[in-house]
């Protein structure tokens, strides 16, 4: 009897652990409750950390530039994330994938990594110029410190102007040949060949300058 008692109760346990389990994956399994997931995760950890060390954190000037430095390096990383993902993954692999299913990654996953990639990129040139302009040091870090003399100043700008130069070639080079090596406007095929290697070179650009950028924009806030 008391066998019986505890088999049923384990079934009961292994029930609720399994409903647990799907609404845990009912959240995973779509993008939006994920991320949405994410954010609250985010402001249940503000608050406990407010309220643990009440006496340091405060919702003020200093907040805010951090928190848009937080919007700075997430959208860092959704850019040079998917960068490095063309670049270090989906390029590489390309000639090796038959050519039936080439048309899958051309006409579905590369334009959708080409949206949050450009916009990604966009997000991180706003947030960034905003960030230094909160800091008090966007003229002297577009002039690359030589304003003031300050070695912090040089290293940010230098990061400033690379990932400047990374920006525009998303928007004014890469994305435009892209859309023209993917189909999105009509073009004759030597000129979608052109586009499509175009499109390779400046993004192995920005792939180049993308490791000197975040060097700079590190040594900035970690060595100076």
């Known amino acids: 009897m008391n066998?019986?008692?505890?088999?049923?109760?384990?079934n009961l346990?292994?029930?609720?652990?399994?409903?647990?389990?799907?609404?845990v994956a009912a959240i995973l399994t779509s993008l939006r409750n994920t991320v949405i997931a994410g954010i609250v995760l985010s402001v249940i950890m503000v608050i406990v950390l407010m309220q643990w060390h009440a006496d340091t954190i405060a919702f003020d000037m200093a907040w805010a530039t951090f928190f848009m430095r937080w919007l700075h390096v997430l959208c860092g990383v959704m850019?040079?994330?998917?960068?490095?993902?063309?670049n270090f993954v989906q390029i590489p692999t390309?000639?090796?994938?038959?050519?039936?299913?080439?048309?899958a990654i051309g006409k579905h996953i590369a334009p959708e990594a080409l949206f949050w990639?450009?916009?990604?990129?966009?997000?991180t040139i706003v947030t960034g110029l905003l960030l230094a302009w909160m800091n008090g040091y966007l003229v002297d870090a577009i002039a690359l410190g030589i304003t003031d003399g300050v070695p912090k100043h040089t290293a940010i700008g230098i990061g400033m102007w690379l990932g400047a130069i990374m920006w525009f070639n998303v928007w004014f080079i890469i994305w435009p040949?892209?859309?023209?090596?993917?189909?999105?406007?009509?073009?004759e095929a030597d000129v979608k060949a052109a586009a499509a290697r175009t499109?390779?070179?400046?993004?192995?650009?920005?792939?180049?300058?993308?490791?000197?950028?975040?060097y700079a924009m590190v040594s900035a806030q970690n060595i100076y």
């Open 199 to 214: 499109a390779m070179l400046f993004s192995r650009t920005n792939t180049l300058l993308s490791f000197p950028m975040l």
């Open 13 to 23: 346990v292994n029930r609720k652990s399994w409903a647990g389990v799907g609404k």
């Open 94 to 103: 390309m000639p090796s994938i038959p050519d039936e299913m080439k048309p």
């Open 3 to 10: 066998f019986e008692i505890l088999s049923g109760n384990l």
């Open 177 to 187: 040949a892209q859309q023209k090596a993917l189909g999105m406007v009509e073009v």
């Open 117 to 123: 990639f450009r916009w990604g990129a966009m997000g």
């Open 79 to 86: 850019w040079i994330g998917i960068l490095w993902y063309f």
